[in-house]
């Protein structure tokens, strides 16, 4: 056991501890650096010493590396696992970028062989990787979902297209006839007010424009008026935008609905990659504060040479004192 109980506040660690989170990328990284306490065993404190050495190793010699900030994607898998739940497209992608990242981390170390990073070698080479669900994503995705997700959406979104270009020919038909009769100024231009596209008419002239009044200006001199000619064709298209919506979300339900199955594999999958944000933030820290890896004392001697209290030598360093 460790003695005191308060120990780490007792010699600051707890503020290193704070600098190693920072240096994080993911809440998961950070809940499982708070949760990693002081051991008393000797194999798990070169296991944890090593992985960091080998990683303080890696950034400093390796360029490729995947150096980034790090998505988590332990949100998305406690969405995964909930029946009847769907991941949102921006949920899905932010899944592709976990999956292709750990993937790529993965890679890059079994790459390099065990002998040069062994731990690292080992922490990665039971890591399930996802090309498949990658590329369903990508079958589907592309900043918003696919048109070509399915055979409904394409349908309904060329509809939606021809609709809107019927609807923004009949409006510029109506405004220039309404100009040429003087009912709105002659530099007026088409605006959209609750989502519905209006021409700005002067008060006075209201009741000249057949349609339906959506808004009016602050000061009551401008009425933002739907002709009454693109009335049906906007309501044709609110409709078909929620058949949009109903289909992007069938889209999307299926998706989530095919990776549930993988959501315990595909949550390993964001622990490896907390692991790995983990060990790179103490590796960076490591780094800006010129620590290297001690020699475990066997005999219960403890031997300094050099020391220095990290948390003293950042306050000297920044008053340019040694």
């Known amino acids: 056991m460790i003695y005191p109980a308060n120990f780490e506040e007792k010699i600051g660690f707890d503020r290193i501890r704070e600098q190693v989170t920072a240096l994080c990328s993911t809440p998961s990284a950070k809940a499982k650096l708070a949760e990693e306490g002081f051991s008393t065993s000797a194999d798990e404190i070169e296991r944890r010493l090593s992985l960091m050495n080998e990683m303080r190793s890696l950034l400093m010699l390796e360029r490729d590396f995947p150096d980034g900030d790090y998505p988590d994607p332990a949100p998305l898998v406690a969405k995964i696992r909930v029946e ?21 981390i993965a890679e890059f170390i079994l790459g390099r062989g065990g002998a040069r990073y062994p731990r690292l070698w080992e922490l990665s080479r039971r890591v399930t990787l996802f090309p498949e669900i990658v590329r369903a994503i990508d079958a589907i995705l592309h900043g918003e979902v696919k048109d070509s997700a399915s055979p409904e959406l394409q349908q309904v979104r060329r509809a939606i297209r ?57 000061t009551g001199r401008t009425f933002y008026v739907e002709p009454v000619e693109v009335v049906e064709i906007n309501n044709e298209l609110k409709e078909l935008e929620y058949a949009e919506r109903r289909e992007v979300v069938k889209v999307l339900s299926a998706f989530t609905e095919s990776i549930r199955p993988d959501a315990e594999v595909i949550a390993d999958a964001g622990d490896y990659l907390s692991s790995v944000d983990m060990i790179r933030a103490k590796a960076r820290w490591a780094l800006a504060n010129d620590a290297g890896k001690p020699i475990l004392s066997t005999d219960d001697r403890l031997e300094l040479r050099t020391a220095r209290h990290p948390l003293l030598q950042q306050t000297l360093r920044a008053q340019g004192r040694e």
Do not use: C, M, W
């Not at 009847?84 to 790529?104: F, H, I, N, P, W």
């Open 162 to 218: 021809e609709r809107e270009g019927q609807a923004a020919k009949r409006l510029q038909q109506v405004l220039q006839r309404a100009k040429q009769a003087g009912i709105v100024d002659a530099d007026a231009v088409l605006s959209v007010r609750d989502g519905r596209p209006v021409i700005p008419v002067a008060a006075a002239n209201k009741r000249k424009l057949q349609g339906f009044i959506h808004d009016e200006s602050a």
């Open 84 to 104: 009847g739940s769907y991941l949102l497209a921006a949920e899905a992608d932010q899944l592709r970028k976990a999956l292709v990242t750990v993937g790529a």
